[in-house]
């Protein structure tokens, strides 16, 4: 016989056109349930698609490709969901099962309908239905050993994954619908007896058919009949409930990833006209969120990732990334859903409508907005790209406005304000810590080729000043054209603008940008990760474009061009780690510049350094707890993230942790200090100047 089959086979007409009319209330569940949610979304800021259609075709498919292919990507591909054992196996498993299956069904309703208009126009035999059979076959059976690790991973009940009654319900509805479809399949191959190729071609359902061999024809159809029934019943059931569980980030995780604009470490501007428009500054109610953020709170899984990469979370601060995300969440349902509105027309009097919850302050505490290290470490690990980091410092910015940040971080942005840096000393002593160097300034080399950016903490910091001698040193002995700006230097403004002072940060950009184009900038070095991120993601949005690198790229590249030579070797036994700092490594992704520097040798010689690496570094660094403003508050020691980075770096049995980030040094340095009296906190440079014996 030629391999194929009917796709009602078994089913008289009646029922099958009651099949179709529970389809169609069926997907009218379906599209209220998105209808609801999309209501919601769409109080938020909007987020430009009309300028996007506005531009024209070329801009919006320039547009519109990176959101398309990280949908293709991270969506279809997994690509985030990969690396994590067990849960990404399960996912994967699971994700390939449905889609599989999920195309077949398709497939087979678009030959039904090609067979309405004509039967030539029918597909569904022959080789490709030999190859049907067997892919969605094999696949049911991937779809149901996903289920079944999903189950036993559940059923450990891990603390970092969100848990609801409805998650057991969804779990034992896919196992019934994989179940059942393998039920009808054998009980169709029971009834229909096929022969040769058209049988072998699903293994499964042929074992399964023996299951049944002592039934009758009559006995397998009405069996197979009520089974068929069964399947479609649970089937319906499972689209109908999409918009109204867990479910929902079928279709939002995607549209996710496709609204995103990822960007680690970059925020977007407040100008002063939005601020006179709106009568505010930042969100201080749900829906001042843009429309792209209400839809990722609708994206989460809850899978918890963001919470086991957070260091606020890890040390027991009030701050869970997935929590403040699920809050957010809940609010907006509440506050923008129609049963709020229902209620407030219900009330002629404004003031008999139920009281809502405030966004600040019973949504979201104070303690909770500050406690984030802004280390961006969430947003990097969330599969379908939710950024709570940048939820946060929107909330920061308005809490900030209205006076609610006080203690030595709120005296930190003052003294940025009065003195140009956090520390309020005097910007006449900012470079007193070059006194003796020799150091040329813009004014004393005004040809210089590259700017060398000091910052407040090497300017200030007397730990951090060691790491500006000894960069200035290495400088020197290439014979590297640079200078600094001297007195002229001023904070970039990253804290404040982290911590929410947005206008504390523009102020302190724009004096900078004044300054650098005076004297015609082009190139700058930084030792400080923070200055390099401000560099390059904040200043570019009001029009300061240099080419910045850090100084471990700098000296990477003297290093690999005989400038800098390579040192013969180390001490005995100078085995050291190296820290990534996360605005180094996470977000502008330079991880393999220091490590170049670090095991720099002359050629043929054996290896200077042995590096022992912690197990989370590079882009999955953990953070030294300095980031986000949180440098400048004051933190109780049984909380303070140095200490489990610190841990992590002496567990590697090295006595040297090398940082390339001045908040790293002296967080490590404190971390390190306090478990260990022999092993020692140094910068990359003062490595480098250390064994060049400078």
């Not at 007896?193 to 699903?202: D, E, F, K, N, W």
């Not at 002063?272 to 969100?283: A, D, N, Y």
């Not at 709120?410 to 940025?416: C, D, K, Y």
Request: glycine content about 8%; hydrophobic content about 45%; aromatic content about 8%.
């Amino acid at each position: 016989m030629t391999p194929t089959r009917e796709t009602f086979g078994n089913i008289p007409p009646a029922q099958v056109a009651i099949f179709y009319v529970l389809t169609v209330a069926t997907m009218a569940v379906f599209v209220h349930g998105l209808w609801r949610r999309w209501r919601l979304w769409r109080q938020g800021t909007p987020v430009g698609l009309r300028q996007l259609v506005a531009g024209g075709l070329r801009a919006t498919w320039s547009q519109l490709k990176p959101g398309l292919r990280r949908v293709l990507t991270e969506g279809l591909g997994q690509k985030r969901v990969r690396g994590r054992g067990l849960a990404s196996w399960a996912h994967i498993a699971l994700f390939a099962g449905f889609m599989i299956l999920f195309l077949g069904t398709t497939l087979l309703e678009l030959d039904h309908i090609a067979g309405w208009i004509s039967p030539k126009l029918k597909f569904h035999h022959g080789l490709y239905y030999v190859l049907y059979e067997l892919t969605l076959d094999l696949f049911g059976l991937v779809f149901l050993i996903g289920c079944a690790l999903f189950l036993w991973r559940r059923a450990r009940r891990p603390a970092s994954v969100g848990h609801r009654a409805t998650d057991w319900w969804v779990l034992g509805a896919f196992i019934a619908i994989g179940v059942t479809g393998y039920l009808t399949e054998g009980l169709r191959i029971c009834w229909q007896q096929p022969t040769g190729i058209a049988a072998q071609c699903s293994p499964v359902g042929l074992w399964i058919a023996g299951w049944f061999a002592g039934l009758t024809e009559a006995g397998a159809r009405h069996a197979h009949r009520v089974v068929w029934w069964v399947h479609a019943l649970l089937v319906f059931g499972f689209i109908a409930a999409i918009p109204y569980t867990r479910l929902l980030h079928l279709l939002v995780g995607p549209l996710n990833l496709f609204l995103t604009r990822p960007a680690l470490g970059q925020m977007t501007p407040v100008t002063l006209e939005e601020v006179e428009k709106t009568g505010r500054v930042g969100v201080s109610a749900v829906e001042h969120f843009n429309q792209a953020q209400l839809v990722s709170l609708d994206a989460c899984m809850e899978c918890g990732r963001c919470e086991e990469a957070c260091p606020a979370f890890a040390t027991h601060k009030p701050l869970s990334p997935k929590k403040v995300v699920q809050d957010l969440r809940a609010l907006m349902t509440l506050t923008l859903g129609p049963a709020r509105a229902r209620a407030a027309d219900a009330t002629s009097n404004a003031a008999a409508t139920p009281p809502l919850r405030a966004l600040h302050g019973d949504t979201i505490a104070l303690e909770t907005l500050w406690a984030c290290t802004t280390c961006n470490a969430c947003a990097h690990v969330c599969p379908v790209r939710v950024d709570p980091m940048t939820l946060l410092t929107d909330l920061r910015r308005n809490r900030l406005a209205e006076g609610a940040l006080s203690g030595t971080a709120a005296t930190a942005l003052r003294r940025m304000q009065s003195s140009g840096n956090p520390w309020g000393l005097p910007t006449g002593d900012r470079a007193n810590w070059a006194a003796d160097l020799n150091v040329p300034t813009v004014k004393t080399n005004p040809n210089f080729e590259v700017l060398y950016w000091v910052g407040c903490a090497g300017a200030y910091d007397r730990r951090a000043q060691r790491v500006a001698r000894a960069f200035v040193k290495l400088l020197q002995r290439a014979g590297v054209n640079f200078a600094i700006l001297g007195n002229e230097e001023r904070c970039t403004g990253e804290s404040a603008r982290r911590l929410g002072d947005e206008f504390l940060f523009q102020e302190l950009a724009q004096q900078n940008l004044d300054t650098l184009a005076r004297y015609s900038v082009r190139k700058i070095v930084t030792t400080c990760p923070h200055c390099l991120n401000s560099f390059r993601q904040d200043y570019p949005q009001f029009g300061g474009r240099f080419e910045v690198i850090h100084h471990t790229e700098l000296l990477a590249q003297l290093l690999a061009a005989g400038r800098l030579p390579s040192p013969d070797s180390a001490a005995p036994g100078d085995a050291l780690t190296y820290h990534d700092p996360c605005y180094l490594a996470r977000v502008q992704g330079i991880h393999d510049a220091p490590r170049a520097v670090l095991t720099a040798s002359a050629p043929g010689a054996t290896p200077a350094v042995a590096l022992r690496e912690m197990t989370r570094r590079r882009e999955k660094t953990f953070c030294c707890g300095a980031g986000g403003g949180r440098m400048w508050m004051e933190e109780d020691p049984a909380q303070r993230v140095c200490s489990v980075r610190a841990a992590e770096a002496l567990a590697t049995g090295a006595q040297t942790v090398a940082v390339g980030c001045p908040f790293c040094l002296t967080m490590m340095s404190d971390g390190v200090a306090a478990r260990s009296d022999t092993a020692r906190v140094l910068d990359v440079a003062e490595i480098l100047a250390e064994r060049l014996k400078l």
